[in-house]
């Protein structure tokens, strides 16, 4: 049952994390390519902004290798929680921090839109929001790898 458990919030984790990335990208994509049907020389100003949200999905899937490496199926039930718990920083910041960081980059791609000059500068509103995700992940890690010292 420990096993399942612990499964289960590495699965969420990897799932909820992509999903966030998937939206997040959708609002980029989309917004980008108004900008492109305008201005196709702005590809390489929008494409940052555009990707930024994927990160959070890579970030679970991580998240997801690290943590299954350290489930056994002899796990107790309170070591499968354990995991759960551990995974869950990520889980959240993740799915979190995708969507609003794609809302985010949605406006700064507009912008660019306008004032093609701006793109450097504008990169800093995202990138503020992939530092939650990023401390997201490095909590998981923490806590994942010190439920692997305990089996």
Known sequence: ???TIAM????????????GSCIGLYKTSTAAAGIL???PKKFGKVMVLVLLPATQGIYGFIIGIIASGSVSAAMSVEMGWAMFFAVLPMTVSGLASAFFQ????VNCI???GKQESLSGKLIVYPGMIEFYAILGLIISI???GGVAALL
């Open 142 to 144: 923490m806590l994942s």
């Open 110 to 112: 507009y912008a660019v």
């Open 8 to 19: 289960l919030g590495i699965a969420l984790c990897v799932l909820l994390c992509g999903i």
């Open 37 to 39: 049907g305008e201005d």
């Open 102 to 105: 794609g809302k985010s980059a």
């Open 1 to 3: 049952m420990g096993y």
